[in-house]
């Protein structure tokens, strides 16, 4: 055979080990919680039958021989069956390159590249642009502090302005926007035509607080985009939160499903009012644990609140907000139950950037079934035999009275409820979020 004919066969197929090592470095962390089984026959999405599991089903492109199942506990949302979509046809176009000494740089680039995508704005070159210069600047500093900014892109035309490109060029432009309140806006064609100064916003709550003012501007059309001093970089659109790059890595955020993952414990207030303050507490990276006492618990926990020779009270006396034994108790009870300042003291009732502080506060918040707030900044009694951090074993221990949740200090957030015949070390998340 010639050599010129032989340049002219199609490159062998990739590997389905291949494959999978690229599901599992570029798609599966994008989707909070989830896994990869084996592969399947038939092309599916979401819940099985007498399962706990949800299955949504991908493959790179028809020609591609096998179909791979990514598993967790949690339903998929259209936008993350949109996202694998626009990744496996990422994936699909730069397979045939699977053996070239560059594929890695290829796999990283399609990530950004299905983001964009499935965010469908109209310029996808532009907000790809946006995206990497961002990643770019989160490695720098300006005069040694780390660079916060923000970018938002609106779908309209202008041939009027200053190019986004020439701007970059140049080193005012690390500073010239915040990333919380102000922001320069960017015309479809590249043009940036405004600097936004945003004071003021309506109830957002699929977005963390330190940021809702932005996310407040975006709407199906408009994009926003901010990088953030953790070098962070956030993607809003439609006043919520969908994309995060952090710790190295994309997450894409669902919001609503995680929601119905908390079961029926209190309404629907108070659950929305603990995923806010988990968003809000996971992007101020201060770390935290809450706790959700089912109405059906509450009288085994103020049993086991009650010492014995066997055993300590679950919850420590000095914490509990109506003892008032420590000044922590007293003064955190005096705020939220006798100040005079907030008429409602439940929980979802707080002021959100109270709600946050709280939470902060080392130790666990614990609230009952209403919102009544229990105990903040807790110690709790925890199995003797966790082999997790503080913050995971108590999240744990209180999913034995209903809902523990753990935000660890680089942003991560796991959700726990107790199953009978499974030991706390062994309990997996119901729900992960970033």
């Known amino acids: 055979m010639s050599r010129a004919s032989a340049s002219t066969q199609p490159p062998p197929l990739a590997s389905e080990d291949v494959v999978k090592q690229i599901i599992q470095q570029g798609l599966l962390p994008m989707l909070c919680g989830a896994t990869?089984?084996?592969?399947?026959?038939?092309?599916?999405?979401?819940?099985?039958?007498?399962?706990?599991?949800?299955?949504?089903?991908?493959?790179?492109?028809?020609k591609y021989p096998h179909t791979f199942a990514i598993k967790r506990r949690q339903k998929f949302s259209p936008?993350?069956?949109?996202?694998?979509?626009?990744?496996?046809?990422?994936?699909?176009?730069?397979?045939?390159?699977?053996?070239?000494?560059?594929?890695?740089?290829?796999?990283?680039?399609?990530?950004?590249?299905?983001?964009?995508?499935?965010?469908?704005?109209?310029?996808?070159?532009l907000l790809l642009r946006v995206i990497d210069e961002f990643v770019r600047l989160s490695a720098q500093t300006y005069e040694g502090q780390r660079i916060s900014a923000a970018i938002g892109l609106n779908d309209i035309a202008r041939d009027t302005g200053v190019k986004l490109t020439d701007i970059w060029r140049e080193d005012f432009s690390k500073v010239l926007?915040?990333?919380?309140?102000t922001m320069l806006t960017v015309s479809s064609d590249g043009n940036v035509y405004q600097y936004e100064a945003i004071d003021r916003s309506e109830h957002v709550p699929w977005a963390p607080y330190h940021f809702r003012l932005i996310a407040d501007w975006t709407t199906p059309e408009r994009i926003g985009v901010v990088l953030n001093r953790n070098g962070e970089i956030l993607i809003f659109k439609n006043k919520r939160l969908c994309f995060a790059h952090r710790r190295g890595g994309w997450v894409h955020l669902v919001h609503e499903p995680i929601l119905k993952q908390m079961g029926k414990i209190g309404k629907i207030k108070l659950r929305q009012a603990v995923y806010e303050t988990c968003l809000d507490v996971s992007f101020a990276r201060t770390g935290g644990?809450?706790?959700?006492?089912?109405?059906?618990?509450?009288?085994?926990?103020?049993?086991?609140?009650?010492s014995n020779d066997d055993n300590k009270p679950f919850i420590s006396p000095d914490d509990l907000l109506a003892t008032e034994k420590?000044?922590?108790?007293?003064?955190?009870?005096?705020?939220?139950?006798?100040?005079?300042?907030?008429?409602?003291?439940?929980?979802?009732?707080l002021p959100r950037r109270f709600r946050q502080e709280l939470a902060g506060i080392?130790?666990?918040?614990?609230?009952?079934?209403?919102?009544?707030?229990?105990?903040?900044?807790a110690i709790v009694r925890c199995d003797g035999g966790?082999?997790?951090?503080?913050?995971k074993a108590a999240a744990k221990a209180l999913s034995h009275y209903g809902l523990g949740i753990?935000?660890?200090?680089?942003?991560?957030?796991?959700?726990?409820?107790?199953?009978?015949?499974?030991?706390?070390?062994?309990?997996?998340p119901i729900f992960t979020i970033g």
């Open 386 to 391: 966790s082999n997790a951090g503080a913050r």
């Open 289 to 306: 644990c809450i706790g959700i006492i089912k109405s059906t618990k509450a009288s085994a926990l103020r049993k086991a609140n009650k």
């Open 79 to 125: 936008s993350e069956a949109g996202l694998a979509r626009a990744f496996m046809d990422e994936l699909e176009s730069i397979l045939p390159s699977h053996q070239h000494k560059y594929f890695s740089d290829l796999v990283t680039s399609s990530v950004r590249r299905a983001i964009v995508r499935s965010l469908g704005h109209s310029d996808d070159e």
């Open 177 to 181: 926007t915040s990333g919380v309140d």
């Open 406 to 428: 753990k935000v660890s200090a680089d942003g991560e957030v796991n959700g726990f409820t107790h199953q009978d015949g499974i030991a706390d070390k062994d309990l997996e």
């Open 362 to 377: 080392d130790g666990a918040t614990i609230i009952d079934h209403e919102g009544n707030i229990l105990a903040v900044g």
């Open 326 to 349: 420590s000044c922590k108790s007293k003064t955190i009870n005096w705020l939220v139950n006798k100040s005079g300042n907030f008429t409602v003291p439940t929980f979802q009732e």
């Open 36 to 62: 990869l089984g084996d592969t399947v026959d038939a092309v599916s999405t979401n819940s099985v039958k007498g399962s706990n599991t949800c299955i949504l089903s991908v493959r790179p492109g028809r």
